[in-house]
């Protein structure tokens, strides 16, 4: 574990106290730890989850499909 000296503002610090007792945390460290987990979670680039990697392998493996003219496309689109 890491500890750090940071500066905040007093509205972050707020923000920390509330997320801090509306999840029952013992200490902002906890509420820090838990903001930054959400952020990667929602923010960053998160991993694939593997029922869509499986459902793309499956996409990979079907054949095309071939349009002579762009309004035969249209009404394949137009029917699906």
């Known amino acids: ?3 750090a000296i940071i500066d905040i503002e007093d509205h972050t610090n707020r923000v920390l106290n509330v997320v801090k007792a509306k ?3 013992k200490d902002k460290s906890e509420a820090i730890d838990m903001m930054a987990n959400q ?3 929602h ?3 998160p991993e694939l989850r593997p029922e869509y ?3 793309l392998q499956k996409i990979k493996g079907q054949k095309g499909m071939r349009f002579r003219t762009v309004s035969g496309l ?3 689109i137009k029917n699906a």
Request: glycine content about 6%; aromatic content about 12%.
């Open 74 to 76: 249209r009404k394949s």
């Open 39 to 41: 952020y990667e979670q």
């Open 53 to 55: 990697i499986e459902k």
């Open 1 to 3: 574990m890491v500890q």
């Open 43 to 45: 923010i960053l680039e």
């Open 23 to 25: 999840f029952g945390l």
